[in-house]
Each structure stands twice: as C-alpha cells, then as structure tokens.
C-alpha cells in the first residue's frame, strides 16, 4: 500500500504516543544514525570517486570523464545536504515547530536539486565550446575505459545500499539520492560508451558523451527541484491514496459521510485532514469516538501516517456563512430567562441541535411536572411564541426526565 499518514492534534499526545508505539513496532531505533551512516558512507565514496576520475579524466584527455567527475562532486555535495538536514529534520517536535523538523530535508532537496541544474549546464556550455573547435579535443584512452568501468559497479552497490536505508527509514530525501547515486552510474555507462567510441575511430563521441551526462545532471536536478516545492506548498496526496483513504474512512461504524478531506506530504510522513459527518443527535463523547476510530484506523492502516485532524460535524456546514447566524447557548439562554422565568425553577438542562441553518431545542424538565396540565400548557404556548417570532429555531420540544433508579 503506497505511502501515508495521519491523525489528529487536538488529541496530540493521545496521538503522538500512538505514533511512538507504531514506529517502535516497525522501525528500528536511531533512524537518524541510519540516514548518516548511509550519508557518509555516499560521501566517502564520492570523495574517492571525484578525486579518481577528474584526475585521471585530466591525465587520459576524456572530457566525458572530467564531466562525469564533476557529477560525482555533485554527489558529493548532496551527501553533505543530506547529512545536515538529517541532523536538523530528526530533530522533536517543539513550541515554535508543533509538527516537528521534517521539512529541513525537504529544502535540503529544493537546494541540491538547484545546483545540479547549475552545474549540469555549466557542463553543458564547457563542453559545447570545445565542440566548436574539434581539432582541440582531448583524445581518450585505456585507462578513461577502466576508471569508468570500476566507476560503474561502485556507484550501482552505492545505489542498492543507500536505497535499502531508504526504504528502511522511510526517507524520501536518501531515496532521491541514492537514484541521484545511480544516476553517476548511469553518466557512467555513457561515458563508457563515448570513450569507446573515440577509441574506435569517432572523435566527438566523448564531447556528445559529457553533453548526455550534463543532461541528465539537469534532468535529475529538474525533478528533485520540482518534488520538493510540491511538498513545500503542500500539494496533494496522489489520487490513488486519497481515494483508499475514503474507503478506510466510509467503513468506520457511525461515519455517515465525508465532506471535506484534505492531505499533504512533509517529509516522508503525509498530514490529513479529514471533516466527517456522523448522526446530529447522538452525544458529543460519542461523536469523539467516531472521530477517535477513523484517526486509530488510518494510523494502522497507512505506514506513514502521522497526523489526523479528525473534524466532527453533524451535517455538511461548507455553505453555513451564506446564511443567518445561529443563536448560540447564551442566545437560547437569554430567550428563556425573558419568555419563560416560571420554567426556569424547573429546568434541568436543554440541548440544541444545529441542523440545516436553523437549531432544534430539547428543554427537559422532572417528570412529576407532567400532570400539571395547566403549567404545561402554559409554556407550550410561550414556546410556540418564541419559535414563531425567532426565524433561526426550527423545533423546541418538552421533555419529562424520569429517575429509573428510583
């Protein structure tokens, strides 16, 4: 089942020692050492790599292959975003970030996915300008060929192993770098190929090379750019899973329908928000516990969840504000005190109900009330005066309490 999240905050603690107890199940502990270690261990590989292949690319004249060690500098770049946003995302939730850290690792992307359109083209435009005088271009040789090959095979084993703690700790920032780790590889097979080519007789095939791995650079940079504004300016979840999300919703017991769900990624965990709708008259507690169900069962159901905010409404208000404004307890209050004051001695409570723009009042009095007919009648007048002369009260009923346990 594809990535998510979930649940509530006005029951945060509730919540969040929910998501505790969940990651413990699933995860390992120190997901933040996991993510470093993958993190330095990219580095120190890229480190080697770069120094290897730009010196070597200087020594055996391949373009290509100084390209390609530009890009493993890159590489080497976004090790060290990693390594700092991971340091600052893991950190807890505080006063000033209630939602916690994530989204440094989101920049962190935004920012490494900027410098590789910037270094791609710089490649680009350098080995452009070479072309334009063939006669000066580097030619190749064996050992181009072999530093490549042995470049290949580190940077796929690179790939698998940093794809692994991905998966492990849910990181969407080490994913799109171990694929940015495979990419090396990939500019690799390229460079191969070039230099082999050249080798073989056709002197531009290096130049045409370099220009291919500049490319993919920009490409690479182009989509961890454009995934990491989504997140930022909170686009989202895929259709897919917010169409399982209201399947998941739908057959909780007492949810009568959904008129607002909204979601959206942060970090590796995504946020919903979801507005349901459950029977008007039952209790507010009972209500809380529907809404308490849907946040157990989306936190359960979805690996990634981390917030639900569960909203529980009787009806779809969406087009309450085009209407009149209901009375509030005090309105209802106040009308009571001035029609009714010889009812006031007897009433126990009363409810209301906000139903369709209007409001429905339950006054409850003892039941030893009930057979004074003439007191009685009395108020039923007064109440049917009342809900004529106030337009936002649709019903008011009387009700007699009777003690069971007596």
């Given at each position: ?22 990651e413990?199940?699933k ?39 100084v ?94 192993y ?13 994913l799109?770098?171990?694929?940015h780790?495979?990419s ?5 097979i390229?460079v ?72 959206r ?58 209407h ?37 009042i ?5 039941f ?7 007191l009685?009648e009395n108020?039923n ?7 004529h ?18």
């Amino acid at each position: 089942m594809g990535k998510l999240h979930l649940h509530g905050k006005h029951q945060h603690s509730h919540k969040h020692s929910h998501k505790i107890e969940k990651e413990a199940e699933k995860l390992p502990p120190n997901m933040a050492k996991l993510k470093q270690r993958a993190s330095y261990v990219g580095a120190c590989v890229n480190i080697m790599q770069t120094l290897i292949k730009i010196t070597f690319g200087i020594l055996g004249q391949s373009a290509a292959l100084v390209a390609d060690g530009i890009h493993s500098l890159s590489d080497l770049m976004s090790d060290a975003l990693v390594i700092t946003a991971v340091r600052l995302g893991s950190r807890e939730a505080d006063k000033e970030h209630p939602y916690g850290h994530r989204r440094f690792e989101t920049i962190a992307g935004v920012i490494l996915g900027g410098s590789l359109i910037v270094i791609g083209a710089g490649i680009g435009w350098s080995v452009y300008e070479r072309m334009s005088n063939p006669e000066n271009l580097p030619v190749p040789n064996e050992l181009s060929l072999a530093i490549t090959a042995v470049s290949i095979l580190l940077n796929e084993w690179l790939y698998h192993y940093t794809k692994r703690i991905a998966k492990i700790t849910r990181s969407k920032l080490l994913l799109a770098n171990a694929w940015h780790q495979r990419s090396d590889a990939f500019s690799s097979i390229v460079v191969l190929i070039g230099i082999g080519a050249v080798m073989l007789g056709y002197p531009l095939a290096d130049a045409i090379a370099a220009i291919l791995v500049a490319i993919l650079v920009i490409k690479i940079g182009l989509n961890l750019t454009i995934e990491g504004i989504k997140e930022l300016v909170d686009t989202a979840l895929p259709e897919n899973l917010v169409a399982e999300i209201r399947t998941v919703i739908y057959d909780i017991d007492g949810v009568e329908d959904i008129h607002l769900l909204r979601t959206r990624y942060m970090g590796e965990d995504a946020l919903i928000d979801a507005h349901i709708i459950v029977d008007p008259r039952i209790s507010v507690s009972e209500g809380h516990r529907i809404g308490d169900m849907v946040r157990d069962e989306l936190i359960a159901r979805f690996d990634d969840v981390m917030e639900v905010l569960v909203h529980v409404d009787p009806e779809n208000d969406e087009a309450l504000a085009n209407h009149i404004k209901p009375l509030t307890r005090a309105n209802v209050q106040e009308l009571l005190t001035e029609n009714l004051p010889e009812l006031l001695p007897y009433l126990e409570d009363f409810r209301i109900h906000y139903l369709e723009y209007k409001i429905e009042i339950e006054l409850i009095i003892p039941f030893a009330l009930s057979n004074q007919s003439e007191l009685i009648e009395n108020i039923n007048e007064k109440l049917a005066n009342i809900k004529h002369n106030v337009p936002q009260i649709e019903t008011i009923l009387l009700f007699f309490k009777h003690d069971c346990s007596n």
